[in-house]
């Protein structure tokens, strides 16, 4: 008998799997927030999260998942009756325009068809349209739809447009993707701890830009729990404001030691691999790449019209202790989404598509060749970097 927790792969975007250094971490006794040790931490986390942020800024830690971390970023920096320009590829694109909308600000959103990115022409036109837009939106990775966004091209464009603050949220696009906050001017970047951090759900990580700061001076939507002028001052003073997370801040400190030692370059060049793995298996199973601007943290898979996609994925649960993510509202049962964040190994790789090409199989699938999927995958998965 196989034990489910054991040999369980989780090959989803979000959550993703830990290695076994920081499931350890994860395992030590408590650490009180208020101790030296403790705050030693601190200290050695919030560099880390400058170096992957690559920002001068304070990156703030708050419990919450990373949707925490997208209300702080327009509570604190816009009022009610601001303009918003959102940008919507899919479901996360949608909720932090629903969420501007419900804190009092006047939305416009740009719907782009499913499975693409915004295009620059679009933008460009509306924000000459309208001058007085406060925040532009944008996912770097849309997960739902496993698309990608020209992030740096609309730094670019917001140049000529200063009034409006750059919001970016990064949460599977950091650390997949390079995505230098000060060098392309974004103004608040947001994260979260169970993508590319390797760590269980539940922290959220923000950085506001000097203009956003500004901002926040003036800024009237109503905030509490995520009053980001209290997290900074008592940052400053070492501390986070609530208790901090501490098993989870005590893991980050490995994960940081693990990222640097390794690299930005080889951290990116692992997801790049398993993403180009991916595609190339997937296209000789016979499924097309969903998203015409296809992320490097998430593929979208294709499925036929005959093969339900949640029986799949029950079926790969079930029988091989696979997990994959399925589609969501018009994709729903349509697509498989395949995460390339955290640690997995090739193995795991090779695992989850034999147990793809054989469920398919067992789906009446025709055409299926086990073997040429395989062949496909180590190809391109010996090219390396492995996981380390
Ligand atoms: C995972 C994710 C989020 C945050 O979702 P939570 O469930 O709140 O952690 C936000 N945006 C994108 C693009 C994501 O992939």
Same mark, same amino acid.
């Given at each position: 008998?196989? $034990?489910?927790?054991?040999?369980?792969?989780?090959?989803?975007?979000?959550?993703?799997?830990?290695?076994?250094?920081?499931l350890n971490a994860l395992a030590q006794p408590i650490l009180h927030h *208020?101790?030296?040790?403790?705050?030693?931490?601190?200290?050695?986390?919030?560099?880390?999260?400058?170096?992957?942020?690559?920002?001068?800024?304070?990156?703030?830690?708050?419990?919450?998942?990373?949707?925490?971390?997208?209300?702080?970023?327009?509570? $604190?920096?816009?009022?009610?009756?601001?303009?918003?320009?959102?940008?919507?590829?899919?479901?996360? /694109?949608? *909720?932090?325009?629903?969420?501007?909308? *419900?804190?009092?600000?006047?939305?416009?959103?740009?719907?782009?068809?499913?499975?693409e990115s915004v295009q620059i022409a679009q933008l460009q036109s509306e924000?000459?349209?309208?001058?007085?837009?406060?925040? !532009?939106?944008?996912?770097?990775?849309?997960?739902?739809?496993?698309?990608?966004?020209?992030?740096?091209?609309?730094?670019?464009?917001?140049?000529?447009?200063?009034?409006?603050?750059?919001?970016?949220?990064?949460?599977?696009?950091?650390?997949?993707?390079?995505?230098?906050?000060?060098?392309?001017?974004?103004?608040?970047?947001?994260? /979260?701890?169970?993508?590319? =951090?390797? !760590?269980?759900?539940?922290?959220?990580?923000?950085?506001l830009s000097d203009k956003a700061w500004q901002a926040q001076k003036h800024?009237?939507?109503?905030?509490?729990?995520?009053? #980001?002028?209290?997290?900074?001052?008592?940052?400053?003073? /070492?501390?986070?404001? =609530?208790?901090?997370?501490? @098993?989870?801040?005590?893991?980050?400190?490995?994960?940081?030691?693990?990222?640097?030692?390794?690299?930005?370059?080889?951290?990116?060049?692992?997801?790049?691999?398993?993403?180009?793995?991916?595609?190339?298996?997937?296209?000789?199973?016979?499924?097309?790449?969903?998203?015409? @601007?296809?992320?490097?943290?998430?593929?979208?898979?294709?499925?036929?019209? @005959?093969?339900?996609?949640?029986?799949?994925?029950?079926?790969?649960?079930?029988?091989?202790?696979?997990? =994959?993510?399925?589609?969501?509202?018009?994709?729903?049962?349509?697509?498989?989404?395949?995460?390339?964040?955290?640690?997995?190994?090739?193995?795991?790789?090779?695992?989850?598509?034999? @147990?793809?090409?054989?469920?398919?199989?067992?789906?009446?699938?025709?055409?299926?060749?086990?073997?040429?999927?395989?062949?496909?995958?180590?190809?391109? #998965?010996?090219?390396?970097?492995?996981?380390?």
């Amino acid at each position: 008998m196989q $034990n489910k927790l054991t040999s369980y792969r989780l090959l989803t975007p979000g959550p993703v799997p830990l290695p076994t250094e920081v499931l350890n971490a994860l395992a030590q006794p408590i650490l009180h927030h *208020r101790t030296p040790e403790f705050e030693a931490i601190l200290q050695r986390v919030w560099a880390g999260l400058k170096w992957i942020f690559e920002t001068e800024q304070q990156v703030m830690m708050l419990t919450s998942t990373g949707s925490g971390a997208m209300e702080a970023a327009l509570v $604190n920096t816009l009022s009610p009756g601001d303009s918003v320009l959102a940008v919507i590829n899919g479901k996360f /694109g949608e *909720r932090w325009a629903d969420m501007a909308e *419900r804190f009092g600000a006047i939305v416009t959103r740009i719907q782009v068809p499913w499975g693409e990115s915004v295009q620059i022409a679009q933008l460009q036109s509306e924000l000459k349209k309208t001058g007085d837009y406060k925040a !532009l939106l944008v996912q770097a990775v849309e997960t739902s739809t496993a698309t990608q966004n020209p992030i740096f091209e609309i730094g670019q464009l917001l140049k000529n447009h200063p009034q409006c603050l750059f919001m970016v949220d990064a949460i599977t696009g950091l650390g997949a993707m390079t995505l230098p906050m000060d060098q392309w001017g974004i103004d608040v970047m947001v994260a /979260g701890s169970q993508k590319a =951090f390797m !760590l269980p759900t539940g922290l959220s990580f923000i950085a506001l830009s000097d203009k956003a700061w500004q901002a926040q001076k003036h800024a009237k939507m109503p905030r509490y729990y995520f009053d #980001l002028e209290l997290e900074l001052k008592a940052n400053k003073k /070492g501390q986070t404001y =609530f208790s901090s997370a501490n @098993s989870h801040t005590v893991a980050l400190d490995v994960v940081f030691q693990r990222f640097i030692k390794r690299g930005k370059n080889l951290i990116k060049a692992r997801c790049e691999i398993l993403a180009e793995a991916t595609r190339a298996a997937g296209q000789a199973l016979g499924l097309k790449v969903y998203s015409k @601007s296809p992320a490097v943290s998430v593929t979208a898979l294709e499925l036929p019209v @005959s093969v339900d996609g949640q029986k799949l994925r029950d079926h790969l649960e079930k029988k091989y202790f696979v997990t =994959f993510m399925g589609g969501q509202d018009q994709l729903q049962g349509k697509i498989l989404r395949i995460g390339h964040l955290g640690y997995i190994t090739d193995e795991d790789m090779r695992a989850g598509f034999t @147990s793809l090409a054989e469920s398919l199989k067992e789906f009446k699938m025709p055409g299926i060749q086990t073997p040429l999927v395989l062949d496909t995958l180590n190809h391109i #998965l010996a090219r390396g970097p492995h996981a380390d």
